[in-house]
């Protein structure tokens, strides 16, 4: 079902992670997420007592990237204890790609498990960087992150390469509706993000720029 730019808000995870992000965008960002009620922000970690400040009370969601595909768990568990401090209230981890293309399924899930422990009874995706798997590695991906109790499996965090509609077509056919699923990378259109909610996205992580550039895009069609 097509949906309007108020509508696709309530689905975008509006991002800004970059290296160089400052706090003046940072505040931008949060300017824009509270006017358009984002469901989400992500931010520079250093801007955490700012945007906790900013965001109390409202109906924007706090969201923690608590590690990278090669962090070890004891950090990934660290970064969710700083981020409860700060009020965060989701958080989203990379599956451990050094294990899992290893096949040391074992040891994905241990790491899975204990941010799942962490986190708590807040809300964790698990990023399983789609760009870097085969089909086969989708759906075993899938498997593991749902054994270990995560709420969302997300496609990438952007930077191997696009997230793509066959990715959400082998994960939705993998998850078959048990947990949910947010698509993320490259994902610039209101033709691509109409297709992935046809196939079972409820959640968007784009770029604040990119997500007010598709709710004109879905007011104006």
């Known amino acids: 079902m097509p949906v309007n730019g108020k509508e696709f808000a ?3 995870d509006g ?3 970059g290296s160089t992000s400052t706090l003046e965008e940072t ?3 949060l300017e824009l997420a509270l006017r358009y009620h984002f469901h989400c922000v992500f931010t520079p970690r250093p801007f955490y007592p ?3 400040e900013i965001l109390r009370g409202s109906d924007v969601h706090f969201g923690c990237g608590c590690g990278g595909a090669v962090v070890p768990t004891a950090i990934k568990r660290l970064m969710v ?8 209230n989701e958080f989203d981890m990379v599956m451990n790609i050094p294990y899992f293309k290893s096949g040391m399924d074992r040891e994905v899930l241990a790491d899975i498990r204990a941010v799942r422990d962490a986190a708590g009874d807040h809300l964790l995706k698990c990023i399983i960087e789609t760009p870097l798997l085969s089909d086969k590695e989708i759906t075993r991906a899938c498997e593991l992150a749902i054994e270990g109790g995560v709420d969302f499996i997300k496609t990438a965090v952007g ?6 509609v066959h990715h959400i077509e ?3 056919k993998a998850i078959r509706g048990r947990v949910q699923m947010k698509a993320s990378g490259g994902i610039r259109t209101l033709e691509t993000v ?11 992580g784009v770029s604040y720029k990119s997500g007010l550039a598709i709710m004109e895009a879905a007011d104006n069609r």
């Open 27 to 29: 505040r931008e960002l």
């Open 50 to 52: 700012q945007v906790s």
């Open 15 to 17: 991002t800004l992670i």
């Open 159 to 164: 930077r191997e390469g696009p997230t793509t």
């Open 194 to 204: 109409d297709r992935m909610i046809d196939l079972g996205v409820t959640r968007f």
């Open 10 to 12: 309530r689905m975008l």
């Open 170 to 172: 082998v994960m939705s």
């Open 81 to 88: 204890a700083e981020g409860l401090e700060f009020g965060c």
